[in-house]
């Protein structure tokens, strides 16, 4: 059964950094295409970073610049380096591969 849970969102504020994770079980994300969602109030999800296995990013031109999306392949573990980060940026964020989403981890950014 494969489960993702996302941790490390919490309130920040703007200019701040986040480190958001990822954890799998029941897969291996260093084989497939993975990817961070987010959601904010009154919006639909959109793609933020994907990695590919290949090494390959992309990344929401919103985002470009202050986002970094990584792997730990030992620890099977994604992340989200989130810096100078916007009042726009707040939302749920949500890992993802394949039909397997996370629960999503709020992050607040607001003075």
């Known amino acids: 059964q494969v489960q993702l849970v996302e941790s490390g969102g919490g309130l920040v504020q703007p200019g701040g950094s986040l480190k958001l994770s990822c954890e799998a079980s029941g897969v291996i994300f260093s084989r497939n295409d993975i990817h961070w969602f987010r959601q904010a109030p009154g919006k639909e999800r959109e793609p933020v970073a994907s990695l590919i296995p290949s090494g390959w990013t992309q990344y929401a031109d919103s985002v470009k610049g202050r986002f970094t999306i990584s792997l730990d392949k030992e620890k099977n573990v994604m992340f989200l380096q989130m810096n100078d980060l916007k009042i726009e940026d707040t939302a749920v964020y949500f890992c993802?591969?394949?039909?397997?989403w996370g629960p999503g981890t709020q992050v607040t950014v607001s003075s």
């Open positions: 993802n591969m394949y039909q397997y």
